[in-house]
């Protein structure tokens, strides 16, 4: 049984994680190119250009932002219902 509270989706996101170095970006960009359509979403830099955080980590040995998952996920919820994404980031916790 089909839902009404969201539309169906025709194509899906596809999200690439892992920890720090470990390639993501690299293969979320050549994922993208390779699928017509998809578009690569970095997280990390969303993070940062569009301010989705609670400001720098109090700890300065880590050069990192406290993430806000909440503005995040409000930033991204149009796009990614749309589909056709390839996102990098270090989790998927938070994603619906």
Do not use: W, Y
């Not at 892992?18 to 359509?37: D, F, N, R, S, Y």
């Not at 050069?63 to 998952?69: M, Y």
């Not at 909440?70 to 589909?83: H, K, N, T, V, W």
Request: aromatic share 6%; hydrophobic share 30%.
């Amino acid at each position: 049984r089909k839902s009404n509270l969201r539309p169906e989706r025709k194509v899906p996101n596809i999200l690439i994680t892992g920890t720090p170095g470990t390639g993501k970006t690299t293969t979320a960009e050549k994922v993208a190119e390779a699928l017509a359509g998809f578009t690569h979403v970095n997280v990390g830099d969303l993070v940062k250009t569009k301010s989705l955080h609670a400001g720098k980590h109090e700890d300065e040995e880590f050069d990192t932002f406290i993430l806000d998952e909440d503005l995040i996920c409000d930033e991204l919820e149009d796009q990614m219902s749309q589909g056709g994404n390839v996102v990098d980031f270090h989790t998927c916790d938070f994603f619906p």
